[in-house]
């Protein structure tokens, strides 16, 4: 019995070292892929970082060229809008200078020359107007447009068509497609 004994006892010290042995090989490597599994976890953190860094970036650089092209498109428009504003208080001196011109009853030689010359300033001031964009609304023969003329009166005239502008009273004016003055007309029929 004492053989047996011993036998169990040898067995179980053997079984606790062997135990013990396999527990302390397990641990260091239980250790390693624990880090391993933190380093992933680190990394994979900082990758996800790192796109959400990306992706503001982008979004900022986005943001950043469209507010570029607005203000510079907000910036012509300001231009434009100005060139509008100081051609429309000009507007009146072009029409001024163009009844000069066409009132003149007296033709002596001296009211000749007078009125040639502001012809020639009106000439000028009106290639001057040309060459920054503003062009004369067409009206006479034209169909009424609304949008580009403004009626003062109506009559029955045959030698119109319908809706026809027969006279105009103040040449309208338009920039770059936007318009500076309605044509004042009266339309026929």
């Given at each position: 019995?004492?053989?047996?004994?011993?036998?169990?006892?040898?067995?179980?010290v053997?079984?606790?070292?062997?135990?013990?042995?396999?527990?302390?090989?397990?641990?260091p490597c239980?250790e390693?892929?624990?880090?391993?599994?933190?380093?992933?976890?680190?990394l994979?953190?900082?990758?996800?970082?790192?796109?959400?860094?990306?992706?503001?970036?982008?979004?900022?650089?986005?943001?950043?060229?469209?507010?570029?092209?607005?203000?510079?498109?907000?910036?012509?428009?300001?231009?434009?809008?100005?060139?509008?504003?100081?051609?429309?208080?000009?507007?009146?001196?072009?029409?001024?200078?163009?009844?000069?011109?066409?009132?003149?009853?007296?033709?002596?030689?001296?009211?000749?020359?007078?009125?040639k010359?502001?012809?020639?300033i009106?000439?000028?001031?009106?290639?001057?107007l040309k060459?920054?964009?503003?062009?004369?609304?067409?009206?006479?023969?034209?169909?009424?447009?609304?949008?580009?003329?403004?009626a003062?009166?109506?009559?029955?005239?045959?030698?119109?068509?319908?809706?026809?502008?027969?006279?105009?009273?103040?040449?309208?004016?338009?920039?770059?497609?936007?318009?500076?003055?309605?044509s004042?007309?009266?339309?026929?029929?």
């Amino acid at each position: 019995m004492e053989d047996n004994k011993e036998k169990e006892f040898e067995e179980e010290v053997i079984n606790e070292s062997v135990s013990e042995a396999v527990d302390e090989s397990v641990e260091p490597c239980s250790e390693a892929a624990e880090e391993e599994t933190q380093e992933n976890k680190e990394l994979a953190d900082a990758k996800a970082k790192a796109d959400e860094y990306l992706d503001k970036y982008q979004r900022l650089m986005a943001e950043f060229y469209n507010f570029r092209e607005r203000t510079s498109k907000e910036k012509a428009a300001m231009y434009d809008d100005g060139v509008r504003d100081t051609i429309e208080k000009l507007l009146p001196v072009v029409d001024n200078l163009e009844r000069a011109v066409l009132a003149q009853t007296n033709k002596t030689e001296e009211a000749e020359s007078f009125i040639k010359g502001v012809d020639m300033i009106l000439k000028q001031f009106k290639e001057t107007l040309k060459a920054l964009g503003v062009e004369e609304i067409p009206a006479v023969g034209e169909k009424f447009n609304p949008q580009l003329h403004s009626a003062v009166s109506h009559i029955e005239d045959e030698n119109f068509g319908e809706n026809t502008v027969s006279i105009e009273m103040l040449k309208g004016y338009t920039h770059k497609g936007k318009v500076i003055r309605h044509s004042m007309v009266q339309v026929a029929n």
